[in-house]
T-cell receptor, first 114, second 111 residues
Framework: EPEVTQTPSHQVTQMGQEVILRCVPI?????FYWYRQILGQKVEFLVS????????KSEIFDDQFSVERPDGSNFTLKIRSTKLEDSAMYFC????????????FGPGTRLTVL | GQNIDQPTEMTATEGAIVQINCTYQ??????LFWYQQHAGEAPTFLSY????GLEEKGRFSSFLSRSKGYSYLLLKELQMKDSASYLC????????????FGTGTRLTVIP
């Protein structure tokens, strides 16, 4: 069964450093998303991406964040100048089209900022 | 904006039935979703409602009342593996696909 994959599973970085989280959505999916979940808190929407551009973003997704689809399979989230409060689980998700309701989540990348 | 409310924790007995409630306030409602999340894992899709009524899917059913801003997830014949967090999420706006999640209900199934 196709699945969303994410790498790395765990990333540790120093405050102020840049990190890139990588995702490979399901191959025939067209809509891609990043969510984050701070430990013990709710899943929060960051950004959605369609047709090689951002379609929506939340207030959390400020200039520190960027997304890219550098090739036909990868979807990345870059966090510049990481802060302690960026420590969280970051989930990538995808779905096939706007009329298809189930979003498939990847296993997540646990980001720890020291 | 969104305001999604669900109980923090629930406990139920193996083999029993449990109902997890969710209330929401949102503009431009475009669907309500239930996800299951085991500790340290990704959310997995359980159900979707956009019209009023009950959707049944095996041991899981989900109900929606749009006028009341209310949904519930019903789990029957509880199994130990059903111990997990259950996340209520709403989608807003025509064409929008991003989900806004509640804080989740941690369900513990006991023997």
């Amino acid at each position: 069964e196709p699945e969303v994959t994410q790498t790395p599973s765990h990333q540790v970085t120093q405050m102020g450093q840049e990190v890139i989280l990588r995702c490979v959505p399901i191959s025939n999916h067209l809509y891609f998303y990043w969510y984050r979940q701070i430990l013990g808190q709710k899943v929060e929407f960051l950004v959605s991406f369609y047709n090689n551009e951002i379609s929506e973003k939340s207030e959390i997704f400020d200039d520190q964040f960027s997304v890219e689809r550098p090739d036909g399979s990868n979807f990345t989230l870059k966090i510049r100048s990481t802060k302690l409060e960026d420590s969280a689980m970051y989930f990538c998700a995808s779905n096939r089209d706007s009329g298809y309701n189930e979003q498939f989540f990847g296993p997540g990348t646990r980001l720890t900022v020291l | 904006g969104q305001n999604i409310d669900q109980p923090t924790e629930m406990t139920a007995t193996e083999g029993a039935i449990v109902q997890i409630n969710c209330t929401y306030q949102t503009s431009g409602f475009n669907g309500l979703f239930w996800y299951q999340q085991h500790a340290g894992e990704a959310p997995t899709f359980l159900s979707y409602n956009v019209l009023d009524g009950l959707e049944e899917k095996g041991r899981f059913s989900s109900f929606l009342s749009r006028s009341k801003g209310y949904s519930y997830l019903l789990l029957k014949e509880l199994q130990m593996k059903d111990s997990a967090s259950y996340l209520c999420a709403v989608r807003e706006g025509a064409g929008a696909n991003n989900l806004f999640f509640g804080t989740g209900t941690r369900l513990t199934v006991i023997p």
